[in-house]
């Protein structure tokens, strides 16, 4: 190998919040001289940062591990860097359990990563084999000069780290710590730079994005950030995700419902209804409250998309507690929601309650809210047809020649579903104004909407593909 230049491959699991730290990774590992590969085949260092939410996510971290394990074993990579979640919260366990791993590092340790490369590529691993989980009590650093994994015109802008709430199913506040918010000089520099880069759209991220600032100004103003932020040229689009309802202010509903940058939707997860599950599950809030919320987002913001997230079959929940979750998503009926089973997980509040709910129940309740809301879903996709909105292309659909996949304000990136736009000569990373004309359950087709055109060229540029008389078959989703 060259030891002037490190072959290095990054594996991102997890939330957007670890995907803003592992762009960051790859950032310094190119800038001090690295070279990133795309494949892990190609690499001599395989860095995989992790995730260790709930159950599922610590299963996926260890398979992707053991691969890597695998790999170094038959001589195809030098070296295993463990990151983020995972080694945070089992590093010292895992330590021991798998040696073949060189070095695992802690959440608040990701910029020496990059060192770390370079000793493994110079054989000085003995420098560095200690495990590295110290976490530090300093506002949250800047993400400047990340190389970024997401398509060029969006991106990611974690505001924040940690968390100081204390939800009892949460084990997130132990691995990532107290709440750090970011200071808004810094935020907003590194917005310009993520436009200068060809972000059009800007998704703000954090454990408890409502909790801006607390630390740092003694107050919430996240209503401040978002106006300030909307001042960054080229910035088009800008939608807030993960705002705690106990946090939430008239100031950042009015920043909401007037900020033009501002994307008319919200990610704001209840977790649940009952207030006897809200009252075990230490969420702050009560059902009154939360009612209350949504009604004055709903009034102030008429056009408001809402995405939510609710847990079932959380220790001592009863067949009523269920009842009534299922009730009010029935009345409410979220645009989008994410609904996931319990998590047992050790260190948590909840970990020891002996009210643990069966898997098979989980399951059935599981089952059952999501066919409330898919029912949901599916009605609002219906209604949305004849809407004319504005269309973020995304890419190009590869089955099907002349349609492409975007998003309008309605849909953030990878976790809520796309719209079809049928036609030609579109632009990936450009906005282009749709109709919505056809919608087949979760999925929404649009066309482009004909006006002003300067000439016949111009027209067919833009025409559905088959000049619309042709419908296309269901694009297959995982």
Partial sequence: ???????????????????????????????????????VDDADIIVINTCSFIEEAISESLEVIYEAVEKKEAGECKAIIVAGCLSQRFGRELKDEIPQVDVWVGVDEEHKIAGICRAVAEDQTEHCAQLQIDRTKEPLHSHAGRLRITPRHYAYLKISEGCDNVCAFCIIPSIRGRHRSKPMEVAIEEARELANDGAKELVIVAQDSTDYGRDLYERRNLAELMRRLADVEGIHWMRLLYAFPAHFTDDMIEELATNPKMCRYLDIPIQHISDNMLNLMRREVGRKETESLILKLRDRIPDLVLRTSVIVGFPGETDDDHEQLVEFLEKVKF???????????????????????????KAKRLD?????????????????????????????????????????????????????VRGRGLKVGEFTQCTISSAEGYDQYAEPVLRELRSLEDAFKVLPQ???????????RL
């Fill in 368 to 420: 059952r809210v999501m066919a409330v809301q898919q029912k949901v879903a599916f009605e609002k996709a219906q209604s949305m047809i004849g809407r004319e909105l504005e269309i973020l292309i995304d890419k190009k659909n590869l089955d099907h020649d002349g349609l492409w996949e975007g998003r309008s304000y309605g849909e953030a990136p990878e976790i809520d579903g796309l719209i079809y």
């Fill in 1 to 39: 190998m060259n030891t002037n230049q490190p072959t290095v491959s990054l594996i991102s699991l997890g939330c957007p919040k670890t995907l803003v730290d592992s762009e960051k990774i790859l950032g310094q590992i190119a800038e001090s001289g690295g070279l990133i590969c795309g494949d």
């Fill in 466 to 476: 088959n000049g619309g008389g042709e419908s296309f078959a269901r694009p297959m």
């Fill in 335 to 361: 645009d989008r929601l994410g609904a996931f089973r319990y998590s047992q997980e050790e260190g948590t509040a909840a970990f020891r309650r002996k009210e643990q709910v069966p898997e098979a129940l």
